[in-house]
């Protein structure tokens, strides 16, 4: 298990779980909805129902807790005002999720991420198994960090967190099309109107050769103020 140092918190086990609370409400969100666990930690999610919609919490690797697949662990029935909590041990490399799936929740954007970290797991993301960016989008026209390492070759699953109320997007790939908003689906990438408080995904394979390579927003004036980052294809992750 990771040094509690090196991770700013100390990893729950079987028999002593950490506790993580997530608040969901009206607007169909989880807060927070990007975590960070250690590999083979065992967590107790507490789970606030500070709204009147009745809500559900599901858990576990991300297909499976996107997908709502049956034996997926999960609570049902979170009513207005209620706390219900759930335990769980993270084991391999993920990626995981979770959602909720009460009608209409999750395809709202009532979902979030869960980044595993620690000694033993691959340092370069593969096709099947990406590493995890999370990347900050703020009001101040903003992305934090703005510059991201990734290795040649590897594949990068960039979590999206708009922490303002202005909606943003996410491009990513070549710098030159990139900068010139040329969005193909291929080599420029993007997700389109992510909305204050939501969470976005988008996942990415470099080229395995170094270039440069960029993100940025293209909402009217945003990147204009400055709203884009580099990737260095040339140090890795």
């Known amino acids: 298990m990771p040094l509690a140092t090196a991770l700013g918190f100390t990893p729950g086990t079987k028999s002593a779980p950490r ?21 083979g930690e065992t967590v107790t999610f507490e789970i606030a129902n500070a709204g009147k919609a009745e809500h559900e919490f599901m858990v576990g690797p ?8 049956e034996g997926t662990p999960e609570i049902a029935g979170i009513k207005a005002g209620q706390t219900k ?3 769980y041990t993270f084991t391999g490399p993920g990626p995981f999720a979770f959602a909720c799936h009460a009608p209409g929740h999750y395809e709202h954007g009532m979902l979030g991420y869960v980044q595993v970290v620690g000694p033993g797991l691959p340092s370069v993301g593969t096709t099947k198994v990406p590493r995890i960016a999370p990347i900050t989008m703020t009001d101040a026209l903003k ?10 070759g590897e594949t990068v699953s960039f ?3 708009n922490a303002g109320a202005a909606t943003h997007e996410f491009q990513v790939g ?4 990139v900068a010139a908003n040329q969005v193909d689906g ?9 909305d204050g408080g939501h969470v976005a995904e988008l996942t990415y394979t470099f080229p395995t050769t170094s270039a440069a390579y960029a993100f940025a927003c293209h909402v009217p004036g945003h990147y204009e103020a400055g709203m ?8 890795g992750p």
């Open 186 to 194: 291929k080599s420029v990438r993007e997700v389109a109107d992510i």
């Open 19 to 39: 506790l993580i609370h997530v608040d969901t409400n009206d607007k169909l969100l989880f807060a927070p909805n990007f975590l960070i666990v250690a590999a």
């Open 228 to 235: 884009k980052g580099t990737v260095d294809l040339t140090v």
């Open 62 to 69: 991300q297909k499976a807790a996107f997908g709502d697949v």
């Open 174 to 177: 070549p710098e030159t099309g």
């Open 159 to 161: 979590v999206l967190i």
């Open 143 to 152: 992305f934090d960090p703005s510059t991201e390492s990734a290795a040649p």
């Open 85 to 87: 909590k759930l335990t």
